[in-house]
């Protein structure tokens, strides 16, 4: 991946269920839920790769991954830290968009090839038929609103 942008939320999700990861691909420690936040970036020897000040709720901020493995630290205005999440960023499981991890979502990514992947799940729009049309056209395939709650980088619904 050439770089990833991830929507900063403030809510908690741990679970597996809240990623396509599975649970051996990612850890997520403390909490969250605080606005105003100082988000760190680091590669997997925990040397840092970006630093992003007063971040929001909803705001998005972006990085990009030096390997297979990216640690997140979310720091509360007075340096405490709140929560760790260590994310797996190699090809072998990829991220989706709708992935949450803790208290941020993977919002969309550009892969090494610069093709932007966002919010691609399609959706078949229907498309006017003729009453009497014995056979319709197909109806054609038009971006959407995203219809689950991960694609993959193909854009496929998972």
């Keep these: 991946l050439k770089s990833i942008n991830i929507r900063y939320n403030a809510s908690d999700c741990s679970d597996i269920s809240c990623n396509s990861q599975g649970g051996d691909k990612f850890t997520v420690s403390g909490t969250s839920g605080v606005d105003n936040v100082r988000i760190d970036v680091l590669d997997k020897n925990m040397d840092l790769l970006v630093t992003h000040a007063s971040v929001?709720?909803?705001?998005?901020?972006?990085?990009?991954?030096?390997?297979?493995?990216?640690?997140?630290?979310?720091?509360?205005?007075?340096?405490?830290?709140?929560?760790?999440?260590?994310?797996?960023?190699?090809?072998?499981?990829p991220l989706s968009i709708g992935d949450q991890f803790g208290s941020i979502i993977v919002e969309d990514v550009e892969t090494q090839s610069g093709i932007i992947v966002s919010s691609l799940c399609y959706s078949v729009a229907p498309s006017p038929s003729p009453v009497l049309s014995p056979s319709p056209p197909p109806s054609p395939v038009t971006p959407g609103t995203p219809t689950c709650d991960a694609c993959n980088l193909n854009g496929e619904k998972q």
């Design 56 to 93: 929001s709720f909803g705001d998005v901020f972006q990085f990009s991954p030096t390997g297979s493995e990216t640690n997140i630290k979310i720091y509360d205005s007075n340096g405490n830290l709140l929560q760790q999440i260590n994310l797996h960023t190699s090809c072998s499981v």
